[in-house]
């Protein structure tokens, strides 16, 4: 886990590659991610938080070879993961979600609920304990 603006930056460079590689590859379009200042908010954001939480950065390696990584913020009481890439060579080994089962099971030895954000992707609501169609308001 990376927490220190200095050492996340190069990985932040190689997760948003690698999620810009497969937007290009999978005909998809994010424009938040492929926003011009998007890296420097997410580099600005591991130094900007305080007390309250702050920016957290899971890393799974093979030697020194990123795998995957979770961009995600932590505090006292929760995890909340919004970025899970993971390198394309090792695609059929699924080192995301590898990744996300070590992290999921992080966060449960410390206690900390986890927020896998708004999503229908099968692989987020297979670990959920419960869901809801609609916001709680």
């Known amino acids: 886990m990376l927490g220190d603006a200095a050492r996340c930056a190069p990985v932040i460079a190689w ?3 690698q999620k810009l590689e497969w937007l290009a590859r999978t005909g998809r379009h994010n424009d938040w991610i ?3 200042d998007h890296r420097t908010f ?3 954001s591991f130094a900007a938080f305080g007390e309250s939480g702050r920016r957290v950065l899971f890393v799974l390696r ?3 070879e990123i795998l995957a990584t979770m961009l995600s913020s932590l505090d006292d009481v929760r995890l909340e993961c919004f970025m899970n890439v993971s390198h394309p060579a090792y695609g059929t080994l699924s080192p995301a979600q590898v990744l996300r089962e070590q992290v999921l099971q992080w966060a449960y030895e410390r206690g900390l609920d986890c927020d896998l954000r708004l999503a229908t992707s099968a692989s987020r609501r297979s670990g959920a304990t419960a869901s809801c ?3 709680i308001t």
């Open 15 to 17: 997760s948003l590659a």
């Open 42 to 44: 997410l580099e600005a």
């Open 34 to 36: 492929t926003a011009p």
């Open 133 to 135: 169609r609609r916001p």
């Open 62 to 64: 093979l030697d020194e």
